[in-house]
């Protein structure tokens, strides 16, 4: 009981208290470094109906609740085995529900049920894990008071639970708190923290904790190789991809589709699509993700032919492609500036597959209509289309005006899209060049003027580099690495020699021309 008060107390000061809350030092220096830099809390959250006793519930009342909890718990077994379809199901709502009240009826002190009266902890972790995959943190946070007033603030399962639900929530430092406080940690908690670092493409602190996991004698499942994956996806740190490849391999991990999967998504995004090709073509059993990836690795990289052929190869195979299947395609047939193929691979979405186009399916037509110039045409296609378009379709309708010229529709896609966002640097400036163009310097001061009243700043982009299994991040003048004057020099070098590079071309041309005049 011990751990359960100091956790509790922990977890209501940081809710209850908006500017508190910091981690306990961690050994290690990155993790330290990126953890410290935690987010507060915009709205506290409220425990106090929680904790006020009720004793107007009877205990037999509460056994009631307990069996139809188990109840839920049991017709709903194959759906707990899929985290995603039980959150959204009617039974999940009821089964939320019923845990609410039987925990609202519950007092601290009160003698209207017996001692031996207990939660079981299976029940706590799995109405956790409803709310993690509903992004329901205040509920989540009055579940995790509930176990910890029950005892079970130390359970490994309901620990578990917590770290995916902080970190679904996008609250990664209290679930490393969590995960930090926790005195038994099994396999699915390093991968639950592991996954969550994962989602924020910290593949560093990932790596770090795998090696930790390791060393503690905790064996990591194939799961946890998939969230390792993830991170170095997103992070396009391909050397340390290829060693977790190997030790997938070594574990025996390799044959299983998920682990292919991503896979081949880390090698699409790293840019070695022949390494995905690999692994795609020698992949037993392969499902629709599969077919997804790789043709997402091919239009990602430009390569649309392929991705057109693979697409109509699964459809051979009678492999049923779904709207990430059409997206990808779209996406290719974007990339490629194929119109016509474009509207045929979109229009056949409902007429061929059955597949009701979204909303990334319409940006990717808007797109492609702006990337070949026909901004009439995407305009008018966003004004039929049956839902609301978003900021990211007037963004692209945006970026089609600027290369083309087409200020008027420019000035209607940003308008359009401040209105959606109102805080988006970028869209401000380019809203202000385009009544620049046009010689409407009032309107531009002005929203010049509105950028400095609102602080909005532009964010410049990054770049990264990996040398030696190490990703290294910079941006445009960027002068923080301790090398600078060694960098500038290589790059003053690379410069002089692509003048004389050229120099001696035109030399050489001009040669040609009189020897064979």
């Known amino acids: ?64 609740h307990l069996r139809l909890i188990q109840g839920f718990l049991n017709s709903d077994s194959d759906q707990l085995s899929n985290p995603s379809s039980f959150s959204g199901s009617h039974s999940s709502i009821q089964f939320s529900n019923l845990f609410d009240e039987l925990f609202d009826s519950r007092s601290v002190g ?25 992004r329901d943190l205040r509920g989540g946070v009055q579940h995790h008071c509930a176990a910890i007033r029950s005892g079970l603030g130390a359970n490994v399962y309901i620990g578990s639970s917590l770290i995916s ?5 996008s609250e990664l430092e209290n679930a490393y708190k969590v995960f930090d406080e926790m005195p038994v940690r099994n396999v699915v908690s390093w991968t639950a923290i592991i996954s969550g670092f994962a989602q924020e493409w910290q593949v560093d602190v990932c790596l770090e904790l795998f090696s930790e996991m390791r060393s503690s004698g905790s064996k990591p499942n194939d799961f946890t190789y998939a969230s390792v994956l993830s991170a170095c996806t997103g992070s396009g740190a391909l050397g340390q991809g290829r060693c977790a490849h ?29 390494d995905a090709l690999y692994i ?10 599969s077919w997804n990836s790789m043709i997402a690795g091919y239009a990602q990289h430009g390569l649309v032919l392929q991705a057109i052929d693979l697409f109509e190869e699964m459809k051979k195979r009678g492999v049923k492609p779904d709207a990430i299947t059409l997206l990808g395609v779209l996406s290719s047939c974007r990339h490629a500036g194929l119109v016509k193929e474009g509207w045929h691979y979109f229009n056949s979405m409902v007429e061929e597959h059955g597949i009701q186009p979204e909303l990334d399916h319409y940006s990717c037509i808007v797109d492609l209509l702006g990337r070949a110039g026909l901004l009439d045409e995407a305009r008018d296609f966003i004004e039929k289309m049956p839902i609301c378009p978003n900021a990211v ?12 010229g087409s200020v008027w529709i420019g000035i209607e896609a940003a308008e359009s899209r401040l209105l959606m966002e109102p805080g988006c640097a970028s869209t401000h400036v380019q809203l202000a060049n385009l009544y620049a163009s046009l010689g409407c310097w009032d309107e531009a001061a ?5 950028m400095k009243d609102k602080g909005i700043k532009t964010s410049p982009g990054f770049s990264w580099i990996e040398i030696s299994n ?3 991040r910079f941006r445009a003048e960027d002068s923080s690495n301790p090398r600078m004057i060694q960098i500038i020099g290589i790059l003053d070098s690379l410069a002089d020699h692509m003048v004389r590079l050229e120099t001696s071309g035109c030399e050489l041309q001009m040669q040609e021309e009189e020897d064979a005049s």
């Open 1 to 64: 009981m011990e751990f359960s008060f100091r956790l509790g107390k922990k977890l209501s000061q940081s809710f209850l208290h908006t500017n508190s809350g910091h981690f306990r030092p961690s050994p290690s220096g990155k993790l330290t470094q990126i953890l410290q830099k935690s987010k507060n809390q915009s709205n506290a959250l409220r425990v106090l109906d929680l904790i006020t006793p009720k004793p107007t519930f009877t205990a037999s009342h509460r056994q009631g």
């Open 110 to 134: 009160s003698h209207s049920y017996p001692e031996s009266f207990t939660i079981d902890a299976s029940v706590i972790s799995h109405v956790i894990s409803s709310c993690g995959s509903k």
């Open 165 to 169: 639900l902080y970190s679904k929530c």
């Open 246 to 274: 190997g030790q997938t391999i070594r574990m025996g991990f390799d044959s299983y589709v998920h682990i292919a999967n991503a896979l081949m998504s880390m090698y699409c995004k790293c840019g070695a699509v022949k």
């Open 280 to 289: 795609f073509e020698n992949l037993d059993g392969k499902d629709n993700v």
């Open 393 to 404: 379709i007037w963004g692209s309708l945006l970026s089609s005006c600027r290369v083309h």
């Open 446 to 450: 002005r929203v010049r003027k509105l």
């Open 470 to 472: 190490e990703v290294h």
